[in-house]
Structure formats: C-alpha cells, structure tokens
C-alpha cells in the first residue's frame, strides 16, 4: 500500500489517513441537535384482594426474570430501504451507549450520506449534512461529545458490513459519525471501533449515495 508523509508525523495508510480527514475535524463544532423525547413512564397494574379469599393465604410466588432483550439493534431507514445493525455493547458497551443515546434524542433523523467510497465504506453522521450551505465542511461535524476511550477489539476486525466509528486519529476521539465497510479493511482494524454488524439491508447500504437522507432508531 502507498504510503504519505505528512510535516513532523510518521506515514499513515491511504485508507486510514482518508478517514480521519473525513471524519472529524481537530475541534468538533457544536452541534444542534434535538431535545431529548422523555418517555412515559409505565405503571404496573396493582394486583387487588380477591373477594372471599382467606386472610391466611400463602404468599404468591415472585415473579421470574423477565428474558434479556438481546444487543440494541440500530435501524437505519432511507428512501431506498432499511439497514439493520446489530451492536456489540460486550466488546464496545461505551461506544454503544454513546451512538443508542444519540439515536433516542433523534440526532441522526434528517441527516445526509456524506462520503461513498465504493468496495470501501459509506459514511454519516455529521448534523452539519442538514445545511446544504455547509456543504464544504460535511465530514467535520460531531454531537460536540466525544466517546473518550478506545474500544478497538481483535473480536471484531473489518469484514463486509462491520460498523465502525469514524476519528480524527486517535479512537477516544471518536463521536457520531460512523461508517459501513464493504468489505474487509486489515488496515483499519488497529485504530477504529467496530461496534455493529449489518443483519440485513446490506444491499440498501451498498446503493446509497452522497445526500441519501436518513433516520435512526433503535428496535423495539
């Protein structure tokens, strides 16, 4: 692989310099992002005395533990289909938490694909992508709240459909935007998270293009 050489630093890869300079500028703007949906609480219905029962009564037995719900799945929707990720909070749980709490306040709703780069990766996140006028600094734009550790594991190197998050060189830096691989990318696996796994819609993600808009959510 070609190498280049910047003033005063050692040679990057072509594909990991490329991220970086995409990703994340050297102080992330604030971003304008949506207030926080509080969600109802839900009330537990009381369980009344049942009429003529005996004043003795055994006590009823508690209740089992309800089934773990499994990983937060991400779902991503565009005009041209829906994407699903599966998440890893065992090897990332705080990159994890970062981009599902980013999701509940809608921050990725309304955004833009702001890089393709086919056989390589498309990339979002960046609110700055809701201004057409801002488009010469799309890719430099975060939630103003970076993750602050690295999370990049040897479980999950890049293979095709891995999610990971995109950083300005060092992965504590990372924030909210992040990318979908199309295949596998041995030179990314030392510096960037992957947190997910595309479950389904990896055709939808490989036809997405530059200013494709989109909305997240987490599944029920």
């Known amino acids: 692989m070609k190498q280049v050489a910047t003033s005063g630093t050692r040679c990057i890869p072509l594909a990991m ?9 050297p102080t992330p703007p604030e971003a304008t992002v949506e207030e926080p949906i509080v969600a109802d609480a839900s009330e537990s219905a ?14 009823s037995p508690e209740p089992s533990a309800e089934e773990p719900s499994g990983p937060p799945v991400l779902v991503v929707e565009t005009a041209k289909g829906t994407i699903e990720i599966e998440t890893f909070p065992e090897e990332a749980p705080q990159s994890v938490e970062h981009i599902v709490a980013l999701v509940n306040r809608r921050f990725y709703n309304g955004l ?17 992508t809701r201004d057409m006028t801002r488009r010469a600094t ?14 990049v594991s040897s479980l999950h190197p890049h293979r095709l459909g891995s999610v990971a998050l995109a950083h300005p060189g060092d992965p504590t830096r990372a924030d909210s935007q992040m990318y979908i691989s199309f295949g596998p990318q041995p030179a990314l696996d030392p510096d960037f998270t992957v947190f997910g796994q595309v479950i389904s819609g990896m055709d939808v993600a490989r036809a997405l293009a530059l200013n494709d808009v989109i909305r997240i959510t987490v599944k029920p």
Do not use: K, M, Y
């Not at 310099?17 to 500028?25: E, K, M, P």
């Not at 009381?46 to 006590?59: F, R």
């Not at 086919?118 to 979002?124: E, H, R």
């Open 46 to 59: 009381p369980v009344g005395d049942t009429e003529g029962a005996p004043t003795s009564a055994e006590p």
């Open 138 to 151: 799309w890719g430099a734009g975060g939630s103003g709240n970076q993750i602050g550790v690295s999370e």
């Open 17 to 25: 310099l490329a991220l970086w300079l995409a990703g994340c500028s």
């Open 112 to 128: 833009r694909i702001h890089r393709v780069e086919p056989g390589f990766v498309v990339q979002f996140g960046d609110p700055q």
